[in-house]
T-cell receptor, first 114, second 109 residues
Framework: GAGVSQSPSNKVTEKGKDVELRCDPISGHTALYWYRQSLGQGLEFLIYFQGNSAPDKSGLPSDRFSAERTGGSVSTLTIQRTQQEDSAVYLC????????????FGSGTRLTVV | GENVEQHPSTLSVQEGDSAVIKCTYSDSASNYFPWYKQELGKRPQLIIDIRSNVGEKKDQRIAVTLNKTAKHFSLHITETQPEDSAVYFCAASINDMRFGAGTRLTVKP
């Protein structure tokens, strides 16, 4: 597609429920990243995927967070048993490859846990 | 892992003045240094980047400098305009990017 597409744009969920966030990267971009941005804060790295390699999960804050990327394209970030501190904007980005390429970000999913 | 520090956290300038934002990084293997602008409620957008084999890069009113020995890089905006008001993030990349905490720039008309 023309840009990185994320859905839903907003999600309100009750504490303890599971949520799935979706990211559709730019066609041809082999690298896909997830970041979290709390209100007024910076960008916290969560996970990245590059081609068919094993993902780098080093940024995931707890085992309640997981992500997968199917067919080297669409990715889903799953948060199990959501907590109030999970409330944030979850940003997905894609790039032509690792390292020397700028990211194109999606508009994000604003997650609110009540 | 890479650690990026960014200063100042807030910066207020008069329209027409220059603005400078500075970042340092910890991992000497980092080789790509982009800058992103994020307007309120919007996604971060790449405004300029520099690679480790280049010391300076300029694009109209914005420029970035890189000192690999000292592991620091800076963003310079000249002739600031109110539409430059936003949060600016620096980043350093080996494989994935690690971002600074951001600088909220306000340009007063």
């Amino acid at each position: 597609g023309a840009g990185v597409s994320q859905s839903p744009s907003n999600k309100v969920t009750e504490k303890g429920k599971d949520v799935e966030l979706r990211c559709d990267p730019i066609s041809g971009h082999t690298a896909l990243y997830w970041y979290r941005q709390s209100l007024g804060q910076g960008l916290e790295f969560l996970i990245y995927f590059q081609g068919n390699s094993a993902p780098d999960k080093s940024g995931l804050p707890s085992d309640r967070f997981s992500a997968e990327r199917t067919g080297g394209s669409v990715s889903t970030l799953t948060i199990q048993r959501t907590q109030q501190e999970d409330s944030a904007v979850y940003l997905c980005a894609s790039s032509l490859g690792l390292g020397l390429y700028g990211y194109t970000f999606g508009s994000g999913t604003r997650l609110t846990v009540v | 892992g890479e650690n990026v520090e960014q200063h100042p956290s807030t910066l207020s300038v008069q329209e027409g003045d220059s603005a400078v934002i500075k970042c340092t990084y910890s991992d000497s293997a980092s080789n790509y240094f982009p800058w992103y602008k994020q307007e309120l409620g919007k996604r971060p957008q790449l405004i300029i980047d520099i690679r480790s084999n280049v010391g300076e890069k300029k694009d109209q009113r914005i420029a970035v400098t890189l000192n690999k020995t000292a592991k620091h890089f800076s963003l310079h905006i000249t002739e600031t305009q109110p539409e430059d008001s936003a949060v600016y993030f620096c980043a350093a990349s080996i494989n994935d990017m690690r971002f600074g905490a951001g600088t909220r720039l306000t340009v007063k008309p």
